[in-house]
């Protein structure tokens, strides 16, 4: 179990609730667009050219400040969330959000998706086939294989995380788990995934009480040590040890669900400010954009929106846009 540290510098447990979840999802978008130009680049090779500040081109060709289907699929989510009578979800308003992201470009920084996962393409595929069928309603598209475990729900979880908080939905409470179950099931069914939804969630949902860092790892661990499901195992070094702990040669960076969420806790564990957190997250390499967008998602919650270089909000394409959006978004779950 974790042993509490001191934190080197205040998390500003004061800040408001708007400006935390300002934060996380801006966060998450500036960490995307750091990792872009170098996706799939080694980590022994971004040792010898690391990362430490926004670039431009690189893997994908595109402009600085470019992000991708990470947080593409998260502000279709906030998009279908916003449209939602809550506390209701229109799930196939989320759904066909996506086939509109994936078909038509929508959500994008440039109407065109350069980056898709194969587990979320072939859902989206087989969602598309639904709709002809008249089961527009059949979201569930997630093939549930052990093998379809990447990190394609976890990317765009946030903002039903969030929401979770928002609406007070209890850990426990078998709703938050359904919620979290249908959301990942979209794409990703297999009870890996969902279990690492589940986890992100309540990391989220403990930062944005204003909890010290660690003080929320601890509080994670307790509730998620009294999961009884199968496959919780899996996640042992972040439940049961403490994973800020390990070494960063024991940390990968992949595509794996199981590996993304581990280097992004580890990453905000291991670090004392919002931008050590996400250049810490791309330059452990691969999987470059999904890990840090996932760690600059809770380091934008914890260390809030006025800690976020003011040069890498600007360089973000489509800033108006994105800021709109997460405006609409806030305005609708705090009302």
């Known amino acids: 179990m974790l042993?509490?540290?001191?934190?080197?510098?205040?998390?500003?447990?004061?800040?408001?609730?708007?400006?935390?979840?300002?934060?996380?999802?801006?966060?998450?978008?500036?960490?995307?667009?750091?990792?872009?130009?170098?996706?799939?680049?080694?980590?022994?090779?971004?040792?010898?050219?690391?990362i430490f500040d926004m670039e431009e081109y690189g893997t994908h060709n595109q402009p600085?400040?470019?992000?991708?289907?990470?947080?593409?699929?998260?502000?279709?989510?906030?998009?279908g969330l916003i449209n939602s009578?809550?506390?209701?979800?229109?799930?196939?308003?989320?759904?066909?959000?996506?086939?509109?992201?994936k078909r038509d470009g929508e959500f994008t920084p440039f109407n065109h998706v350069f980056d898709i996962g194969n587990a979320t393409s072939y859902a989206l595929m087989q969602y598309q086939r639904n709709i002809n069928n008249d089961r527009e309603n059949d979201i569930i598209c997630g093939t549930g294989d052990i093998s379809s475990n990447g990190n394609g729900s976890l990317m765009?979880?946030?903002?039903?995380?969030?929401?979770?908080?928002?609406?007070?939905?209890?850990?426990?409470?078998?709703?938050?788990?359904?919620?979290?179950?249908?959301?990942?099931?979209?794409?990703?069914?297999?009870?890996?995934?969902?279990?690492g939804c589940y986890i992100y969630s309540i990391y989220v949902s403990e930062l944005l009480k204003g909890n010290d860092k660690y003080v929320a790892y601890h509080n994670l661990q307790n509730i998620c040590s009294d999961i009884n499901i199968d496959g919780i195992d899996i996640y042992n070094r972040i439940i049961k040890n403490d994973i800020s702990k390990l070494k960063e040669h024991e940390i990968k960076s992949s595509g794996?669900?199981?590996?993304?969420?581990?280097?992004?806790?580890?990453?905000?564990?291991?670090?004392?400010?919002?931008?050590?957190?996400?250049?810490?997250?791309?330059?452990?390499?691969?999987?470059?954009?999904t890990v840090a967008a996932i760690t600059g998602g809770?380091?934008?919650?914890?260390?809030?929106?006025?800690?976020?270089?003011?040069?890498?909000?600007?360089?973000?394409?489509?800033k108006e846009y994105v800021t709109e959006i997460t405006g609409k978004f806030v305005y609708k779950i705090l009302r």
């Open 156 to 195: 765009r979880i946030l903002p039903i995380s969030i929401y979770l908080h928002t609406s007070n939905i209890d850990y426990k409470d078998n709703k938050y788990f359904e919620i979290i179950s249908k959301i990942s099931g979209m794409t990703h069914s297999h009870i890996y995934s969902i279990l």
């Open 3 to 50: 042993l509490f540290k001191t934190n080197n510098r205040n998390n500003n447990a004061s800040l408001t609730i708007d400006n935390r979840i300002r934060a996380g999802i801006i966060g998450f978008i500036i960490g995307d667009a750091l990792g872009v130009p170098v996706e799939f680049i080694g980590r022994e090779s971004l040792k010898e050219n690391k």
């Open 64 to 79: 600085k400040g470019t992000w991708s289907d990470d947080s593409s699929m998260m502000l279709a989510t906030i998009d």
């Open 256 to 289: 794996y669900v199981l590996d993304t969420l581990e280097a992004s806790i580890w990453c905000l564990l291991t670090t004392n400010n919002y931008k050590e957190a996400v250049l810490k997250a791309v330059n452990l390499g691969d999987d470059t954009d």
């Open 298 to 318: 809770i380091a934008g919650i914890l260390y809030g929106y006025e800690e976020l270089p003011n040069n890498w909000i600007n360089n973000i394409q489509k």
């Open 85 to 101: 009578s809550l506390p209701d979800i229109d799930y196939v308003g989320i759904m066909k959000n996506f086939l509109k992201w």
